[in-house]
């Protein structure tokens, strides 16, 4: 019997930048969705990419003195360090630079011009090239110099005069059936903020979108007039078919099966190119649409977005050197709430760590595989029958910890599926503390009880492992290892593995270094 499809993409991440915090956040997300999907039963696909394309990129190459592909090609290796370091198991990586790209998107807008979504015509008014977008006079702000400026770079556009002609898509044409879109969907823009504000944005009066451009070349020419190059956001966007098996003969029937997808996870800065443009494309094409966009927030420095000019960014390299990648993932994953904009500091994130990681789940397993190695030989101990019964607080948490986590999981809030293990270990530790083992030790007579007690805690941290995977993989994996247990990676239903008392007595258990030492924000340098 195959597994259901469980698919969803990342952005189509801009070239010419290296990875960045909201860049890793965002893929950080999508990956902990795969890797719990992957061991809840799904068959994943899990597609993100580079956009390659574009005026911006090709200015770029020129004074760096290369050409637009060994530019791109040059800042391959940044990404896949990054996502290597992370661990991040996407399925598919797109370059829209790519032959299977081209396919797709000579595909895609030749279908839509043979429906009749596209027009000819000259195009006069302003543009953006870092943001690769077109404005209406009346979008735009002036600086100090009285020169028009983009509303979200906030850098100079340019007249484009009305002797370059595009191809047009009829956006307009998509206003009434966007809007009845949303309202029978109301899922589909995630959270309700988002979806308010594309609502109101359709609400105003949609504009036909330029699809293309004729006075550079780097880009996917367009099938029905070669003279013209796929304007960037109209190649990016289709990058998402492409990664699934779109038009492409050696992955036959794939498509088919993933798409629609469940998810688009995004930037709240590019939820209108994913929540008007896209799905109007694919209506355009006689495409469903995917299931849900969900336009995450930014993260704040000091209440401020991160940049550059403003010497408040922050590397992903810089911050796993200190806390390691599972920490990184950990904290930006639980105490940063998915969909809202985050405040972060390194004063909290070693908070967290500290707290969460360092005292909560550490100190557990530290604690409880020191005393299986001191009192029974550092082996699972063997529960007498009597005592297998017995009342056991951590079990009744452990055996409803996949009802309350799936579903948190399945509405990518994991905040509260974090708080929902978390719990398990707060408990656990509680447990060991009353149930005192070093005193059970003291007599034979309490051999039995003592027995019992450490293989309860034993059986919580597994569990605990299990679900903690998807955020904190390597040390799951570690943990598993520690109690001689196969690769985490196999499991595939992790209700059943989660199941009660699945930990075999007589398992090798090694207490090791301590999962996480504890930090002091006072030592640390960035």
Not at 159 to 183: D, I, R, T, V
Not at 264 to 291: E, N, Q, S, Y
Not at 387 to 398: F, M, S, V
Not at 452 to 477: D, G, H, K, Q
Request: charged share 25%; with cysteine.
């Amino acid at each position: 019997m195959s597994k259901p499809m469980y698919s969803f993409t990342t952005p189509i991440y801009y070239v010419n930048a290296a990875p960045h915090l909201g860049t890793a956040y965002t893929t950080i997300a999508a990956d902990t969705v795969a890797r719990y999907q992957r061991m809840n039963g799904y068959d994943v696909a899990f597609v993100t990419g580079l956009d390659e394309h574009g005026q911006k990129i090709a200015e770029t190459a020129e004074k760096n003195g290369t050409t637009p592909q060994a530019w791109c090609d040059s800042m391959v290796p940044a990404f896949d360090e990054a996502w290597d370091m992370l661990d991040i198991t996407y399925t598919d990586f797109v370059r829209t630079s790519s032959d299977r790209q081209t396919r797709t998107v000579q595909k895609f807008w030749n279908d839509i011009y043979e429906k009749g979504y596209l027009y000819k015509s000259a195009y006069e008014g302003w543009y953006c090239v870092h943001e690769e977008t077109y404005y209406a006079e009346s979008d735009l702000e002036k600086n100090e110099d009285g020169e028009f400026i983009c509303p979200d770079c906030k850098r100079p556009v340019r007249h484009m005069a009305s002797g370059e002609e595009n191809w047009f898509f009829k956006l307009s044409e998509f206003q009434e059936p966007l809007l009845k879109f949303y309202e029978e969907h109301p899922d589909f823009i995630r959270p309700e903020t988002r979806r308010n504000e594309v609502v109101t944005f359709v609400k105003s009066g949609l504009q036909d979108l330029s699809i293309s451009r004729s006075t550079f070349d780097w880009g996917i020419p367009l099938p029905f007039d070669e003279g013209h190059v796929c304007y960037v956001w109209a190649d990016a966007l289709l990058a998402y078919l492409t990664g699934i098996g779109y038009a492409d003969p050696e992955r036959e029937g794939e498509f088919e099966a993933r798409w629609p997808m469940q998810y688009h996870f995004v930037g709240k800065d590019i939820t209108r190119f994913h929540c008007v443009i896209w799905p109007a494309m694919l209506m355009a094409a006689g495409l469903p649409v995917t299931g849900t966009v969900f336009g995450h927030g930014f993260l704040l420095v000091g209440g401020e977005k991160m940049s550059k000019s403003k010497g408040n960014g922050i590397k992903p390299a810089d911050l796993v050197k200190v806390y390691g990648s599972d920490a990184y993932r950990y904290y930006f994953m639980s105490d940063v709430r998915f969909g809202h904009d985050g405040n972060i500091s390194i004063e909290r994130m070693t908070q967290v760590y500290n707290a969460d990681l360092a005292n909560t789940w550490g100190n557990l397993c530290s604690r409880v595989f020191n005393m299986v190695g001191k009192y029974f030989d550092g082996k699972v101990p063997e529960v007498p029958a009597e005592l297998k019964d017995a009342e056991n607080p951590l079990r009744t948490i452990a055996e409803g910890l996949y009802a309350k986590v799936d579903p948190c999981m399945a509405e990518v809030n994991f905040t509260d599926a974090v708080a929902a293990i978390q719990e398990l270990a707060g408990a656990a530790n509680l447990y060991v503390e009353q149930s005192a083992p070093w005193n059970l030790a003291k007599s034979e007579e309490t051999k039995g009880e003592l027995a019992a007690v450490l293989y309860n805690a034993l059986e919580a941290c597994r569990i605990m492992a299990l679900f903690f995977a998807p955020f904190m993989p390597r040390t799951s994996a570690e943990v598993f290892r520690r109690l001689g247990l196969d690769d985490i990676t196999a499991v595939d239903d992790i209700e059943a593995a989660s199941a009660w008392g699945q930990l075999p007595a007589g398992n090798p258990v090694e207490k090791g270094d301590p999962l996480f030492p504890r930090l002091n924000v006072g030592d640390i340098q960035l």
